[in-house]
């Protein structure tokens, strides 16, 4: 099981720290990627951590906002949000992966979380 938090109301350039908390798996043996939906949009790729090695892939809309880690003693993955626009409202989902890979297509990506709500507005 997969359970996103930290989500909540920010002003425009503030920041927000995701968490993606496993219960009964171990991340570190998994690929994350996070990806958010806003209402009326289909699902969007936000970035991904492989399992070993810290290699990341973000889309072109957060590169340079957004940064992906890993606490293997918390079995958490984190996503650092700064510099946050209205642009990045949306409801944020984690999930893991067995494949080695950043892909950003969520059909690779078999266990989900519940998703937290993220909404930049002043």
């Known amino acids: 099981q997969l359970v996103e938090s930290g989500g909540g109301l920010v002003q425009p350039g503030g920041s927000l720290r995701l968490s993606c908390a496993a219960s009964g798996f171990t991340l570190d043996y998994y690929a994350i990627g996070w990806f958010r939906q806003a209402p009326g949009k289909e699902r969007a790729f936000v970035g991904s951590?492989?399992?070993?090695?810290?290699?990341?892939a973000y889309a072109d809309s957060v590169k340079g906002r957004f940064t992906i880690s890993r606490d293997s003693a918390k079995n958490t993955v984190y996503l650092q949000m700064n510099s946050l626009k209205p642009m990045d409202t949306a409801t944020y989902y984690c999930?893991?992966?067995?494949?080695?890979?950043?892909?950003?297509?969520?059909?690779?990506?078999?266990?989900w979380g519940q998703g937290t709500q993220v909404t930049v507005s002043s």
């Open positions: 999930a893991a992966s067995k494949y080695f890979t950043t892909s950003p297509n969520p059909s690779d990506y078999a266990f």
């Open positions: 951590l492989i399992q070993t090695g810290g290699k990341t």
